[in-house]
């Protein structure tokens, strides 16, 4: 790899400023942290402690306040009368699109959290009270949402949205002039650093874009307000904007010479580095709470009245329950995809080394049409039997699922991109779990597409085809291995035929096997 972006320069630079410096860079932070007063040093009785529990209470309000922007759309009724295609472009132009770019907007505001606290390693009361005051901005987006897709015509919405949003961005600034008041607080190589001031200025230029983007989206909102809503979602991408114009400005005028105002953290680059640990935690607390949505709807709408009950049924709650059989098929239906999925990312992020930016946010676009199960589920069980708007229901969910597996089969492919840095040895090309692992990736999507061609072909059977793939992928995902190691030796058998006996092979396969342990590089 080249020593020409960013992330590179910087570590040559430390590198160089830990030399000049002697062995004293080397010293552990708290070591660094002796010039300070001895409340400023960490540890018990100190003021200052580990950033590790705010981090979490961090990702898991993000995580939720992510997730339940989907309620006023799944909590949209579509009467039996209605045209439930007609239903869904009127959603599209409103509700979803709205859902999925604030989505994608709580996500940018999460990865800039990630970078952030990459940066600031420990924490103290100041800096916990001002990352709570974040987080009750973010908390209130999802009221800025459902004000946007109720009244998509009106600026209030969007003007609250984009207020909240300049006001994190505020905050966010204030922790970062705390934290560079106070290096104890940093990281080590920031510590260590003699150009602490070119690394604020650059960290406070980047933390301001989002917010100086809301402050023009809102100003549109009063002249065009159809502007704003395409402002709002350049945000999502203007790190690969930026990256694209630094492109072809290197390629007019040639390659401008770096300062040291860049890091490892800040880089805008596709390869940027992001704590894996907190991906992991992001995208487990969307998929719980996807599945707890689920059941609040269970809860709420399917639960007959006592009086009910009483008067139609004789008072036998089982005749009762039977009425709404099509809704607990749906739902079991439903928790099992959202598990799988879950199951799907978990055996990904285990052999995944190193997660960066590009992979973080095929991760959210996954995590976006997760997000969208709960509108699935309401609409496989809300319509009469062999009625056009239940294959059409049934089809939109077949299109959620393909593309929340897509995703995450596109981060494998992006982690074979450049293998070497970003997975496990096992699943690399020529790994012995890299067939394995494509094809727990692949399973989803193409059962997926195949039962959405199939509910075309054959549309009286839309509903039993669709149950019928919701009941055989479990089954699918427990002889995985087994369907694996038989179509490896039916293409062995093939094109390799001289190859040794496949049964003796995997034997010595099996002998040698070593249990992965993901703790162990």
């Known amino acids: 790899m080249g020593r020409n972006d960013d992330g590179d320069i ?18 552990a932070p708290s070591s660094l942290q002796e010039s300070g007063s001895p409340s400023d040093r960490g540890g018990p009785g100190s003021g200052t402690q580990s950033s590790h529990r705010l981090l979490a209470y ?24 209605e045209e439930l295609r007609e239903s869904v472009q009127l959603l599209l132009t409103t509700k979803i699109a709205v859902y999925l770019m604030t989505f994608l907007i709580v996500t940018v505001a999460w990865a800039a959290h990630i970078r952030l606290f990459q940066v600031i390693v420990r924490i103290d009361d100041c800096l916990a009270l001002l990352n709570l005051a974040c987080m009750m901005l973010i908390t209130f987006l999802p009221y800025t949402f459902s004000l946007m897709a109720t009244f998509p015509d009106n600026i209030l919405g969007i003007l609250l949205f984009c ?184 055996s990904l992020f285990l052999h995944v080394t190193k997660a960066t930016r590009f992979m973080g946010l095929l991760n959210t676009f996954s995590l976006a049409f997760v997000g969208g199960l709960p509108l699935a589920y309401q609409l496989t069980h809300e319509f009469p039997r062999n009625s056009q708007n239940e294959l059409e229901a049934i089809q939109i969910s077949c299109v959620i699922i393909f593309f929340a597996g897509i995703f995450q089969l596109a981060i494998w492919v992006v982690a074979l991109y450049n293998e070497q840095e970003t997975l496990h040895p096992y699943v690399r090309y020529g790994g012995r779990e890299h067939v394995f692992m494509l094809a727990k990736l692949a399973l989803y999507p193409c059962v997926a597409l195949v039962t959405f061609f199939l509910t075309c072909i054959l549309s009286k059977f839309s509903t039993s085809i669709f149950h019928l793939m919701e009941i055989t992928v479990p089954v699918a995902f427990l002889v995985l291995r087994l369907l694996v190691r038989v179509g490896l030796a039916l293409l062995r058998l093939i094109f390799c035929p001289d190859r040794p006996d496949l049964r003796r092979v995997v034997e010595e396969e099996d002998e040698t096997r070593v249990p992965f342990n993901p703790l162990v590089t």
């Open 163 to 346: 207020g909240c949003v300049m006001v994190n961005g505020v905050i966010q600034s204030v922790i970062v002039l705390y934290a560079f008041s106070r290096p104890f607080l940093l990281n080590e190589q920031i510590q260590i650093s003699e150009n602490q001031t070119f690394y604020k200025n650059h960290i406070l230029k980047v933390i301001m874009r989002v917010p100086i983007m809301c402050f023009f989206a809102s100003i549109a909102s009063l002249i065009v307000f159809q502007l704003s809503y395409a402002l709002l979602a350049i945000i999502i991408f203007l790190p690969y904007i930026s990256q694209s114009l630094k492109w072809c400005r290197n390629k007019a005028i040639g390659q401008v010479e770096e300062t040291p105002d860049s890091m490892m953290f800040y880089t805008y680059l596709p390869n940027e580095p992001l704590s894996k640990d907190r991906v992991e935690a992001f995208s487990d607390g969307v998929y719980a709470i996807v599945a707890t949505l689920l059941i609040l709807d269970i809860c709420e709408d399917n639960v007959p009245d006592p009086t009910v009950v009483e008067k139609e049924f004789g008072g036998n709650l089982v005749f009762a329950l039977q009425v709404y059989g099509p809704e607990y098929l749906a739902y079991f239906g439903s928790f099992a995809t959202v598990g799988l999925l879950w199951f799907v990312h978990h």
């Open 58 to 81: 961090s990702d898991a309000l993000l995580s939720i306040i992510a997730t339940v922007m989907i309620l006023p759309v799944a909590h949209t009724k579509v009467h039996d009368d």
């Open 10 to 27: 910087i570590e040559h630079h430390v590198e160089e400023e830990m030399e000049k410096k002697g062995p004293r860079s080397h010293a």
